[in-house]
């Protein structure tokens, strides 16, 4: 059987096509994409290094690293199954964030506390934060269904600006990467919850872009988004305001608002589209708003200390410094000099023309882009995400004492970011050389913020710049003198430390932590010999700025502690007890205060009551060594040497070259007749303190003890060369018949 061909009309044969396939163009599309969003990735991580790569060489800074990872041991001892439920059960560093205090010990467990790699892992989490947003923001901007506006006002352009989304995704995604902004987030090892909470906050985006453009309604992706929100709020509760970010999502670049009359007006719509109304986008989001319900109340329950140390201001205040930090922020974001850690809250400094002067200027930029919605709905997006998100920081509830902060701006910037890259693209849209005219200022843009943000995390290199550099970028910044006052005391620069403490009670005389500090200060210069006044004089002063800090703040914790030591030193044990005992009741599990209390119980001889503060204390910090070396102490008293022993050595393992910890274990191992053991512990104290006097003593009466006549001469001259009227090393010598004069 054969067939005939088929005639086909002339107009009717298939057409031979010279280019390739269909499903060729659209693997090559595909393909293409990748490349340019791996290309985009690495240009994004590049410039983040360049940025920032530099902390790797800094160091903790004395500005609550101690608080988030130095000096809690839960933290420190790396990843444990008993430190992650900590994390979740308690509050850490007056917040509930248990995702960030697991990235603090995940740190601890590789790198110990190099800080190095705590740095690392921020500029890490910053880069994969930056490389997400531009995924999101693809993701987003995608083309499909959305629309520039709602109904048919924004369809005109649609094509225009889905088209043109990639490279103003580029230019957010690289603005938010190295603006100078950014540093004190990632720069600073504590603000981890920053850099932690923007990679979920993008993965949120992104997820929420995926479900949002579904054919229909996905369970499992909707899951994806909650989940991805709740593990971003166990990062930093400030994410709260995510849900409204996500409502106006809605609006611009997905279209999700439909008219609700559409299908009265003939329109063809799936049931799925058909809900997209307010009212619709609200209820669908109810579980985000309960999220964020639960972690407000989380938050202020955690924060309850962090509100009673802040500064009290009234209601219209608050309301004024925040119109003007509104204001002052977007000033910032266009001009980012005189960037500091820390700008001091102007109490009862309102100026009020500068109040009203933000008020007319905020009411402007927002009626003027609601007027301009349906054309431009990304300027009243992008302006109302960045009002909207900083709602939480912006000091109508006020936390602290710092007026506004660089890291609040770490996501709501990125609205107005929104708003000037494609305001940018819609500006510039008849130029005919536009794109080589925005290409040629975006990269000018990034280059200059690059290069202002590598200056600006030079100045977090130590603690000492850091300070230097709020006090030189701010004016009459008394909380910046005092933090340099409290540096410079550990430093052991105990004149320039005062120096800093007078200043900053010039600036506020009625600042507590000044007069604590000056407390602090004087007594160390007094007791480093460097002091001007005689010992009654420093002490005296001391006391009285102690005094005054707690008229000032009479729940000041510090101050409570830092008299009562100055009580025990001068033996008025009451005194001292009254203060520690106050302090524990402002601060429950404040270990250095059980330890205080211990102290002064065990000098007044009340040795149960001293065991049971001290046994307090390190229960509270387990890596407490000088506890641990004084509970020791205590045992002795009560004539338990093994549980002496065992204290001592807990505090060796603590802090291997604690001297004193190893001269009070040889001594209670000398006493129960173990001298090996003793002259191994002996030896290790003078090792380590080769001129302690009273070791070189117990040395060499044991030496004496066990026949070792020449040994212990030599510790016991040395002993009474170090301490001239030291009695017992003279009697002990005349005991093995060397002379020495009376």
């Known amino acids: ?20 396939h269909p499903t060729e163009r659209r693997t090559s599309r595909t393909h293409g994409g990748r490349v340019v969003t791996g290309i985009v990735s690495v240009f994004l ?61 995940l740190d601890c467990q590789l790198y110990g506390l190099q800080p190095w790699g705590h740095h690392l892992t921020n500029i890490l989490l910053h880069a994969a934060a930056a490389i997400l947003l531009f995924f999101a923001l693809r993701e987003l901007t995608a083309s499909g269904d959305a629309v520039a506006g709602i ?9 225009r600006l889905q088209r043109g989304s990639l490279w103003p995704s580029v230019f957010v995604a690289a603005v938010f990467a190295v603006h100078p902004l950014r540093v004190e987030s990632v720069a600073w090892v504590s603000e981890r919850k920053d850099v932690l909470s923007g990679v979920f906050f993008m993965l949120t985006l992104w997820a929420y872009a995926r479900y949002a453009r579904s054919d229909g309604p996905s369970l499992f992706r909707y899951l994806i988004v909650v989940v991805l929100f709740a593990l971003g709020l166990m990062c930093k509760p400030t994410l709260v305001t995510l849900p409204f970010v996500l409502l106006l999502l809605d609006y611009w670049p997905l279209g999700r608002v439909r008219p609700s009359s559409s299908s009265r007006r003939g329109e063809t719509a799936s049931a799925w589209s058909r809900r997209n109304t ?20 989380a938050t202020l329950l955690a924060q309850k200390q962090a509100l009673d140390l802040s500064i009290k201001a009234p209601l219209e205040e608050r ?18 000099a005189h960037l500091a850690v820390l700008y001091p809250y102007p109490e009862g400094n309102l100026e009020i023309p500068q109040v009203i002067l933000a008020l007319l200027l905020l009411l402007m930029i927002s009626v003027a882009f609601f007027l301009w919605r349906k054309k431009y709905p990304f300027l009243l997006i992008g ?57 040629a200022a975006a990269m000018l843009i990034i280059m200059a913020l690059t290069t202002r943000s590598y200056l600006q995390t030079s100045y977090w290199r130590d603690t000492e710049t850091l300070w230097r550099h709020a006090i030189a970028s701010t004016s009459n910044n008394y909380i910046a003198h005092t933090n340099l006052a409290q540096n410079l005391t550990h430093s052991g620069r105990f004149t320039e430390a005062i120096a800093e403490c007078q200043e900053a009670l ?53 101050a409570h502690k830092n008299l009562g030591i100055v009580f025990m030193r001068k033996g008025l044990m ?36 001293a065991i049971a503060h001290y046994q307090k204390a390190v229960e509270i910090r387990p890596d407490y060594a000088e506890a641990r070396n004084y509970l020791g102490n205590a045992f002795v008293g009560e004539g338990k040497y093994s549980e002496a022993i065992a204290n001592y050595a807990a505090a060796v393992r603590i802090r291997p070259n604690y001297s004193e910890a190893h001269h009070n274990m040889g001594c209670v191992l000398a006493t129960i007749g173990k001298n090996d053991e003793a002259l191994e512990q002996f030896n290790e104290a003078l090792r380590l303190n080769g001129n302690d006097a009273q070791t070189h003593f117990a040395l060499g009466s044991l030496l004496a003890r066990m026949g070792h006549r020449e040994e212990a001469v030599s510790h016991l001259a040395e002993a009474l060369r170090l301490k001239p009227d030291y009695e017992s090393a003279k009697q002990q010598l005349r005991e093995l018949g060397v002379p020495v004069p009376q």
């Open 45 to 105: 991580a590049v410039i983040v290094w360049i940025a920032f790569g530099r902390a790797l060489n800094h160091g903790f800074v004395g500005y609550d690293d101690q608080n988030y990872v130095l000096r809690n041991p839960r933290v420190t001892n790396g990843l444990t199954l008993d430190g992650i439920q900590w994390a979740f059960t308690h509050v850490h560093a007056t917040n509930w964030h248990p995702l960030t205090t697991i990235s603090h010990m």
């Open 506 to 558: 010039k600036i506020k005389p009625d600042f507590a932590a000044a007069h604590n500090n000056l407390g602090v200060a004087l007594l160390r210069n007094k007791q480093s010999g460097d002091g001007a006044l005689g010992h009654d004089g420093a002490v005296d002063e001391a006391i009285e700025h102690y005094r005054k800090a707690l008229q000032i703040n009479p729940d000041f914790t510090q």
């Open 278 to 297: 307010w009212s619709w986008l609200v209820i669908e989001k109810v579980p985000l708003f309960a999220l964020s319900a639960a972690s407000c109340i």
């Open 574 to 609: 009451d005194e001292a007890i009254a203060q520690f005992q106050k302090t524990l009741e402002l601060e429950p599990n404040d270990a250095q205060a059980e330890f205080s209390l211990g102290s002064a119980f065990l000098q007044r001889r009340e040795v149960d009551e």
């Open 151 to 159: 109904g048919d006002a924004g369809r005109d352009q649609r094509s």
């Open 1 to 20: 059987m054969s067939f005939a061909r088929r005639a086909f009309p002339e107009s009717d044969r298939p057409k031979k096509t010279l280019g390739p």
């Open 319 to 336: 309301l004024g410094n925040a119109l003007i930090s509104y204001v002052a922020y977007v000033g910032q974001m266009i001009w980012p």
């Open 383 to 439: 302006w109302l995400w960045y009002l909207g998100m900083l709602i939480p920081m912006i000091g109508i509830i006020q936390v602290g004492s710092q007026v506004r902060a660089d890291r609040y701006t770490y996501l709501p910037q990125i609205g107005l970011y929104l708003l000037v890259a494609w305001g940018g693209m819609e500006l510039f849209q008849r130029w005919r050389r536009k794109r080589e005219i925005l290409a």
